[in-house]
């Protein structure tokens, strides 16, 4: 069924009686001709962009818990495309671009809010590393100001701007950036890809790869072996085990990222704003909580939860950035498994193994990249060629040492330093 105002008004007149599910709860069949591994943003995403663009319908995105349960359902929901470096920052300027299409594309409300991001910067090395930033941003065509002190004090006045050990100098103001909602993101996606015939199975997890003969011939899951000619393993923090099953190593480590929420608060942040000394980073949700996090717990798990000292360090940051922040009670914290590469940007190929391909590295930044990723992945599954934006997110990077993107510009690229 197709959502309008139209179709609000008439449910809330005959008792809401008329609402039907959002996608169908099929039987895996024996053979498709493609399989997703992972029901996830990046999975139901790739899975709608096969159907929508390619025109391949006889698909399964083959799901080992719930739609929503992993990442896609976990992060904090910052979209934006403010990155620096050739290869990543026309992806990502690609992505935001999508997003902004998104809602119509999908007939679905993700409550995509441009509310402005603004990154902070705390010395004068700081801000001419952001000045860098934004101009990258400009010529990427992008939207980016740089904001002097008294510029960030007009749109966040409740920030401590004279903390002695990093005072405010300003900040980077991307206006396009934003949030949206995380798991109506994947529900979107998902009725997108079941209203175009995919089937959507959850409560099925793979537990094997079959290849012959260097070619990927399907897969075997808890409620038995399925046949696919094309296989794409889009599993986000699981991508090294499930990697594993078709004999693969991967340059990837699995991290354990949180995140935080108040209870819900009157208005208060109607930004995102990024605090540049202490990885920390806030938003506040259309019901009011305060939504924050910071970095990684810095030891590799499979287990979705996180650490004490990690969370008393992102509090450590939030009260020397916003001491009134004190005073909200924290409501709930969660973890997910990050994916993180070497270079911290992502993998967009083929495997060594024909017909079974590879998305996945998205680090702590994969929900932005949503729309662009599952674009790029299934170009690259439907006609075996990569998709401009993301030729670079090539696998042998990291063999070959040629063509890595160090983003956080903290290892192989000591010119960016
Ligand atoms: C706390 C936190 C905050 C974040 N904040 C942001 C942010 O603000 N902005 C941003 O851009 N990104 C953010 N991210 C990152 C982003 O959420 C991820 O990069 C992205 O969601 C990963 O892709 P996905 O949605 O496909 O992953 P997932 O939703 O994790 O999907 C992978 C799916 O694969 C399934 N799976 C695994 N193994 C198997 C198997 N064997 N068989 C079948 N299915 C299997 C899993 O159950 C899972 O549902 C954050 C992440 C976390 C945890």
Redesign the pocket.
């Known amino acids: 069924m197709g959502y309008s105002g139209f179709q609000v008004i008439k449910e809330g007149l005959f008792g809401q009686k008329g609402w039907k599910p959002v996608w169908r709860d099929p039987e895996p069949k024996a053979e498709y001709d493609a399989i997703i591994?992972?029901?996830?943003?990046?999975?139901?995403s790739t899975a709608f962009y096969l159907a929508k663009e390619h025109g391949m319908t006889n698909i399964a995105v083959?799901?080992?818990?719930y739609?929503?349960?992993?990442?896609?359902?976990?992060?904090?929901?910052?979209?934006?495309a403010n990155y620096f470096l050739p290869g990543n920052s026309e992806f990502y300027s690609h992505s935001l671009k999508m997003w902004e299409g998104m809602e119509q594309d999908l007939n679905y409300n993700v409550m995509h809010s441009q509310r402005g991001l603004i990154n902070l910067f705390h010395s004068d090395g700081q801000r001419d590393a952001f000045a860098r930033r934004g101009n990258a941003m400009i010529n990427q065509g992008d939207d980016a100001i740089l904001l002097d002190r008294e510029g960030v004090r007009e749109y966040l006045p409740y920030l401590d701007f004279d903390n002695v050990r990093f005072p405010i100098y300003g900040g980077l103001y991307h206006p396009r950036g934003g949030?949206a909602r995380?798991d109506a993101v994947?529900w979107g996606y998902a009725r997108g890809a079941d209203q175009r015939g995919v089937d959507i199975i959850q409560n099925?997890?793979?537990?094997g790869i079959d290849i012959e003969g260097g070619v990927v011939k399907g897969v075997q899951?808890t409620r038995g072996a399925i046949k696919a000619k094309k296989v794409g393993i889009?599993?986000?923090?699981?991508s090294g085990?499930?990697a594993a099953?078709a004999g693969m190593r991967l340059p990837i480590e699995s991290h354990?990222?949180?995140?935080f929420v108040t209870e819900g608060l009157k208005p208060i942040i109607d930004h995102v704003v990024s605090f540049g000394m202490g990885h920390f980073?806030i938003s506040q949700s259309d019901k009011g909580g305060l939504v924050f996090?910071g970095d990684i717990d810095f030891y590799t798990s499979y287990a979705?939860r996180g650490n004490l000292p990690m969370k008393e360090h992102v509090m450590d940051a939030a009260m020397t950035l916003m001491p009134m922040i004190g005073k909200a009670k924290v409501l709930r914290s969660?973890?997910?498994?990050?994916?993180m590469t070497p270079d911290g940007s992502p993998i967009i190929d083929k495997t060594p193994t024909e017909g079974l391909f590879i998305d996945c590295g998205?680090?702590?930044?994969?929900?932005?990249?949503?729309p662009a990723?599952g674009f790029s992945f299934a170009h690259l599954m439907a006609t075996g060629n990569h998709f401009e934006a993301a030729a670079q997110f090539r696998l042998d990077r990291f063999r070959s040492g040629v063509g890595l993107m160090d983003e956080e510009g903290t290892g192989s690229q000591h010119n960016l330093h």
């Open positions: 591994i992972g029901g996830g943003g990046h999975g139901l083959l799901e080992k818990g739609i929503g349960g992993g990442n896609i359902g976990r992060n904090t929901t910052i979209v934006r949030s995380h994947a099925c997890e793979v537990t899951t889009v599993v986000a923090g699981r085990q499930v099953m354990v990222l949180q995140a980073y996090g979705a969660w973890g997910g498994i990050m994916d998205w680090c702590y930044g994969g929900f932005k990249a949503v990723s």
